[in-house]
């Protein structure tokens, strides 16, 4: 079930980072050179900044850390979670601007 997970994580991973490329290179009026490492660089930008808010929030609610930490999985679950919506980040944001037209 890990490897299943992982495997999923992956390709989200990946294509995240292709919806931000095609965003990037649309949006930008410049030619960069390396789109992959832009997108790569906002990817974990956002994840991080997501993570960093899950815990402020934890912390001002006084959630206890360890209501998460019984799982059997190796990576901290609030990590996990600020990667997905990090993923999903570029999807919704393309689902807005179609709802928008």
Do not use: C, H
């Amino acid at each position: 079930m890990e490897a299943l997970g992982a495997i999923v994580l992956i390709l989200g991973l990946v294509v995240s980072v292709r919806e931000r490329k095609y965003r990037m290179m649309w949006r930008s009026t410049e030619s960069s050179s390396n789109l992959l490492a832009g997108a790569l660089s906002q990817l974990v930008g956002t994840a991080g900044g997501i993570y960093l808010s899950l815990e402020l929030l934890f912390s001002f609610l006084k959630i206890p850390e360890d209501l998460f930490y019984n799982s059997v999985f190796f990576v901290e679950p609030l990590a996990v979670i600020s990667l997905l919506l990090a993923i999903l980040q570029p999807f919704a944001i393309r689902a807005w601007v179609r709802l928008r037209k």
